[in-house]
């Protein structure tokens, strides 16, 4: 499925989200490996198989075999620190001073640039509402040279991409 397939699988009444899609994937302040890894990346944290396969057929030729690993790594190592450090910040107390002893060495390595690997982690975290590994991810790449309007532009693939998931979700729940 192209992402014109699934532009034209959304119903009249997201007209607005078919226009989303359709800008944001051409957004001009991201790389285009930005783009398309942020695209996967929050595809896979947005639990449609429609929608994943979707933007994994459309972005995935565009990025290196070595980038689409880690935007995958990013949904994944996300799927896990999210619930763990809202569930941390949210309780507070002792929880926050343990150390987490989950691994997460594919943050360390990779496989792409820092900047990108965050960038991606952040979209997947907005996703998950994880308030405490947005702020880290954002510091990172705002430090490591990322503009404000390039966190804008992935947060809002991030917005669309769950929200198009959501649409199809609420469709497929609503026809049977």
Same mark, same amino acid.
């Given at each position: 499925m192209s992402l014109e397939a699934l532009r034209n699988q959304l119903p009249e009444y997201a007209k607005d989200l078919k226009l989303n899609l359709g800008s944001l994937?051409? /957004? !001009? $302040?991201?790389?285009? @490996? @930005?783009?398309? #890894?942020?695209?996967?990346?929050?595809?896979?944290?947005?639990?449609?198989? /429609?929608?994943?396969?979707?933007? $994994?057929?459309?972005? +995935? !030729? @565009?990025?290196?075999?070595?980038?689409?690993? %880690?935007?995958k790594a990013a949904a994944a190592i996300m799927g896990m620190n999210n619930v763990y450090y809202r569930f941390t910040h949210l309780v507070g107390g002792e929880y926050?001073?343990?150390?987490?002893?989950?691994?997460?060495?594919?943050?360390?390595? !990779? +496989?792409?640039?820092? %900047?990108?690997?965050?960038?991606?982690?952040?979209? =997947?975290? %907005?996703?998950? #509402?994880? +308030?405490?590994?947005?702020?880290?991810?954002?510091? =990172?790449?705002? /430090?490591?040279g990322l503009s404000r309007e390039q966190v804008q532009a992935a947060v809002r693939i991030a917005a669309v991409v769950h929200a198009v998931a959501a649409t199809l979700d609420g469709e497929a729940a609503l026809s049977t």
């Amino acid at each position: 499925m192209s992402l014109e397939a699934l532009r034209n699988q959304l119903p009249e009444y997201a007209k607005d989200l078919k226009l989303n899609l359709g800008s944001l994937a051409t /957004e !001009p $302040v991201l790389s285009a @490996q @930005q783009r398309a #890894g942020t695209f996967i990346a929050s595809a896979l944290a947005s639990r449609n198989a /429609e929608v994943t396969r979707a933007l $994994v057929a459309e972005f +995935g !030729p @565009q990025i290196s075999p070595e980038a689409l690993t %880690a935007a995958k790594a990013a949904a994944a190592i996300m799927g896990m620190n999210n619930v763990y450090y809202r569930f941390t910040h949210l309780v507070g107390g002792e929880y926050s001073r343990l150390p987490a002893r989950l691994r997460m060495n594919v943050m360390a390595k !990779p +496989g792409v640039e820092k %900047a990108d690997f965050e960038l991606w982690s952040l979209a =997947v975290s %907005a996703i998950n #509402g994880c +308030g405490m590994c947005m702020e880290a991810h954002e510091r =990172v790449v705002i /430090e490591a040279g990322l503009s404000r309007e390039q966190v804008q532009a992935a947060v809002r693939i991030a917005a669309v991409v769950h929200a198009v998931a959501a649409t199809l979700d609420g469709e497929a729940a609503l026809s049977t």
